[in-house]
């Protein structure tokens, strides 16, 4: 009896440590000493082997067991369940309750649970559940944590609350199942609410918080955009000792709250600090720059990243392109592309999609088709990137032809593809086939009818001149138009100078939106157009008292594949600020003279919006960010141009953060030059064909 309790305890003590060669050891001493049909020693050689992931050991023992009983069961259960094999666990289960007469324990129905939440069978878990109340073990704590787990991970949180709240006695992975479960489910305010009551609870509970408790909490502030208490939880962790230093997952939480909540020199300052940094990190600062509109800043971090040699996934390299697209920067989204040919990360859908969405937002529709068409494995998002990037480019049946394409090849198209197909019919004005597939939509009771798709139609109603119907509309939506609506309709009214509907529209709009300057800014402009001049003064002086101001303008072009950037008011921080400026005054003479030009003539009758002199009127609309970036451009072209003693037509791509100005609207309508622009929500690109001085033919509408 003492041999057979020392091997036991020998055997658990190798479980412990996953001592696989002593345990084997082992193994073979209580087979010599004939303990081989022992039913405990066996329990435990199945833990052993388990523990050891060894389970075809565990499974070899278990089989050749004359009698089993609830331990060898939930033995060998457990053991699959922490190598991650959750369904062999749940056969296991389920043959347990078919062949044996053991009856599951807590533990047996706590593993059953846990591996329903890894293969995310809720139902399945549910009826477990149901088999814990009948038993009688509802109150035991690994049940109570292993049903908040379940629960909070399939987002059924007021389900996880429950059992949460009816639990005897709460631990610490029951704390931090419900804090993650609001977390991820999106409720961060409950999730730090209930961490305050488990901090006022921690002497009658085990209510410690340790790394898991504050991956969640910064998940949750993350969410709530809380900068305040995403500080005092890093606090928090410092008073605590937790560092971030070794912890990838609490250093990435960390920077990803400073990110979201706008502290772009605190997630720098602690981004800096770190020795070893892996992609996801250098992605959440580059990305944060981005969306604060620091390009410079983001571009500056991607070369740090490019040069650091940490390798990226699809995911990451998708997310990088993003950043690309989204600031049309298309030598570096080449760069990119030329990365990922070499790379098994070019093989990534995510990846295809990005690059194909850039060059679209780069003017390069080509080649985006191209790289759409090498896509092996498209999705629902590659047909709905095209769609939307050729609606842009005001190819409405190239759209409509790509969608029809979609829908032959068996791809269904959801509610966002039926809305770039909406706006790709409004942009090429296709006021039948945008109202047909409209009535498509609202018909289908698949595809959820959104406001966006209502926007798409006012804003082709509002092209039209149809600005009545479109109030109409307007008025039988089944949810509440949203601001994007209302701005829908209020841009309509500034080009069909509609000042009575206009006043309407922006009065409904500046009450929905009042802190938006960019609503205040299209009103004030309806009023001016109309020499309303009272009205628009009203409009700006409410603007003043609420202190809005309207967000500054930023414009890029790259030259000698190196990006420009230019800010709005008079940047004169240009090297070569002096020489783009004369250049620029040269092209004004020579458009004067050929062409009439006016400076501050922007609307279409010539209405002047600016009360001062002309030649003022001319300097100050020379130092705007997108002719700055124009004048760099000629000044280098001009210059190369001499140095290679050839004059050719090129393409100058100029992009801006905000709608390109109506100076270069104005130059649409010359004869010298051709100029459209492709306007997105926040971003525009101005692309002007620009014939050589040896070259008198008339610049093409591209």
């Not at 940094?277 to 509109?293: C, F, L, M, S, Y």
């Not at 939509?441 to 798409?456: K, M, N, P, S, V």
């Amino acid at each position: 009896m003492e041999r057979r309790k020392m091997l036991a305890d020998l055997l658990r003590a190798s479980a412990r440590s996953a001592a696989i060669r002593g345990g084997v050891q082992l193994h073979g001493a209580l087979l010599k000493l004939g303990f081989g049909s022992d039913t405990m020693l066996s329990n435990n050689l199945v833990d052993m082997y388990a523990k050891c992931g060894k389970l075809d050991m565990a499974c070899e023992v278990f089989d050749r067991m004359p009698e089993r009983n609830v331990v060898s069961w939930t033995a060998l259960m457990v053991g699959f369940l922490q190598q991650g094999d959750a369904r062999e666990c749940l056969r296991l289960f389920g043959a347990m309750w078919r062949l044996s007469e053991a009856a599951p324990n807590e533990f047996t129905l706590s593993a059953t649970l846990k591996a329903c939440g890894m293969v995310g069978d809720t139902g399945a878990g549910v009826c477990v559940h149901g088999g814990c109340v009948r038993m009688g073990f509802e109150g035991h704590g690994v049940i109570a944590n292993s049903l908040v787990l379940l629960y909070s991970k399939s987002g059924r949180v007021s389900d996880a609350r429950r059992v949460f709240d009816g639990a005897a006695f709460r631990n610490l992975v029951a704390w931090n199942a419900m804090i993650s479960g609001y977390a991820h489910a999106g409720h961060g305010r409950d999730a730090l609410l209930i961490f305050r009551e488990m901090q006022q609870r921690r002497d009658k509970e085990d209510g410690q918080p340790d790394e898991f408790t504050f991956a969640s909490l910064l998940k949750a502030c993350s969410t709530l955009g809380a900068a305040r208490e995403g500080a005092q939880v890093h606090a928090a962790m410092a008073i605590r000792g937790v560092s971030t230093a070794s912890n990838a997952i609490l250093t990435g939480a960390l920077l990803d709250v400073y990110v979201k909540c706008r502290c772009l020199p605190a997630a720098m300052q602690m981004f800096d600090r770190l020795g070893k940094k892996n992609a996801i990190q250098w992605t959440t600062v580059i990305i944060g720059h981005a969306q604060e509109g620091q390009v410079k800043e983001a571009l500056e971090l991607f070369g740090r990243f490019w040069s650091s040699g940490v390798r990226a996934d699809g995911h990451i390299m998708s997310s990088v392109v993003g950043v690309f697209a989204d600031f049309a920067l298309m030598e570096q989204g080449r760069q990119v592309h030329c990365y990922t040919v070499k790379d098994p990360t070019g093989q990534d859908v995510l990846v295809a999609n990005s690059l194909v969405d850039m060059y679209l937002k780069c003017g390069l529709s080509d080649e985006a088709e191209r790289r759409f068409r090498e896509t092996v494995a498209r999705n629902v998002v590659s047909w709905t990137t095209m769609i939307n990037g050729l609606g842009k480019h005001g190819h409405g049946h190239e759209a409509i032809d790509m969608f029809e394409e979609m829908r032959a090849e068996s791809v269904e198209p959801d509610e966002v593809a039926y809305l770039a197909l909406l706006s790709a019919c409004s942009h090429s004005g296709l006021v039948e086939e945008c109202r047909q597939y409209f009535s498509i939509i609202r018909q289908d009771r698949r595809l959820g009818l959104r406001a966006e798709h209502y926007a798409c139609m006012v804003d082709l109603l509002g092209r039209a001149g149809e600005l009545g119907e479109a109030k109409d509309l307007i008025a039988t939506m089944p949810m509440a138009p949203t601001v994007g609506v209302w701005q829908t309709l209020l841009g309509a009214c500034r080009v069909h100078k509609n000042v009575a509907v206009g006043r309407e529209v922006g009065d409904t709009l500046l009450a929905m939106d009042g802190d938006n300057p960019a609503n205040y800014v299209m009103l004030s402009n309806i009023f001016a157009e109309a020499r309303e001049w009272r009205e628009c003064q009203r409009v700006r002086d409410t603007m003043r008292r609420r202190g809005l101001k309207k967000q500054g303008g930023c414009s890029w072009v790259e030259v000698g594949k190196e990006t420009h950037f230019f800010y709005g008011g008079g940047d004169d921080v240009h090297p070569r600020f002096a020489d783009l400026r004369r250049m620029l005054c040269d092209v004004e003479r020579r458009m004067r003279e050929l062409l009439g030009y006016i400076p501050g003539a922007v609307t279409g009758d010539g209405t002047q919006l600016h009360d001062v002199d002309e030649e003022s009127r001319a300097e100050s609309l020379r130092v705007h960010s997108e002719r700055l970036a124009v004048g760099l451009w000629l000044l280098h072209h001009h210059e190369h141009d001499h140095c290679e003693g050839e004059g050719k037509e090129e393409v100058i791509r100029v992009y801006k953060n905000l709608r390109v100005c109506e100076l270069l609207d104005a130059v649409d309508l010359e004869p010298e030059w051709g100029v459209w622009h492709r306007a997105d929500d926040e971003s525009a690109s101005s692309r002007l064909v620009i014939p050589s001085e040896e070259n008198s033919m008339i610049g093409s509408k591209l």
